[in-house]
């Protein structure tokens, strides 16, 4: 494994509330991206961190924010969930540019 | 608009059968293209490839890339149960920012049957 901790593994939430998932690297990477994955639409970036404090947004940022106060954590946040909001995140990391190593998800239900 | 587009969706092979995948794209300001192999949870890294016409090989997976003609394919030979997963094709472009763009594909869905 490349050393990526995604938490927690599931998440069942209801719609309006707040909720933080964590990504926590050991390899001293760089980058790190936060992406979703949906049927049919395959894996859409959310947002990217280069550094601490340094992040960006991706393709689907809308509803999304995201900090990085440590190399080591990237969280992601939906301050007001939505059932469109219901995927599979995926955290990945990179000493480059282009993610490299996944983690192994968290699948979050919003009902 | 970028896009990235695979093909066939989806795949029924035998054992032993050889291949290919097909990933067309159209992407600004083109910098590499990955591949990556999805079984039941994480993409796992396959190949990145930024020159046209050199072949990447792992065993007997390999792939090339045509920078002219925008497209790249994954051969697998000698197919095995366990190649059975999504193989996701991604490039990546740059905007000029200060990360590069990267796009996915929807994945080939490959079963392998003994």
């Known amino acids: 494994d490349a050393g990526i901790t995604q938490s927690p593994r599931h998440k069942v939430t209801e719609t309006g509330t707040p909720v933080t998932l964590r990504c926590h690297q050991t390899?001293?990477?760089?980058?790190m991206y936060w992406y979703r994955q949906d049927p049919g639409h395959g894996l859409r970036l959310i947002h990217y961190?280069?550094?601490?404090?340094?992040?960006d947004k991706g393709e689907v940022s809308d509803g999304y924010s995201v900090s990085r106060s440590k190399t080591e954590d990237f969280l992601l946040t939906l301050e007001s969930a939505t059932s469109s909001q219901t995927s599979v995140y995926f955290c990945?990391?990179?000493?480059?540019?282009?993610?490299?190593?996944f983690g192994n998800g968290t699948r979050l239900t919003v009902t | 608009e970028d896009k990235v587009v695979q093909s066939p969706l989806s795949l029924v092979v035998h054992e032993g059968d050889t291949v290919t995948l097909n990933c067309s794209y159209e992407?600004?300001?083109?910098?590499?293209l990955l591949w990556y192999k999805q079984e039941k949870k994480a993409p796992t890294f396959l190949f990145m490839l930024?020159?046209?016409?050199i072949e990447k090989k792992s065993g007997r997976l390999s792939s090339i890339l045509d920078k002219k003609e925008l497209f790249s394919i994954l051969n697998i030979t000698a197919t095995q149960t366990g190649d059975s997963a999504v193989y996701l094709c991604?490039?990546?472009?740059?905007?000029?920012?200060?990360?590069?763009?990267?796009?996915f594909g929807k994945g080939t869905k490959l079963s392998v049957k003994p």
């Open positions: 990945a990391i990179s000493p480059r540019g282009s993610p490299l190593h």
């Open positions: 390899e001293n990477h760089r980058y």
């Open positions: 961190s280069y550094g601490v404090k340094d992040t």
């Open positions: 992407v600004t300001n083109f910098r590499s």
């Open positions: 930024t020159s046209s016409g």
């Open positions: 991604a490039v990546e472009g740059w905007d000029g920012g200060s990360q590069g763009n990267l796009i």
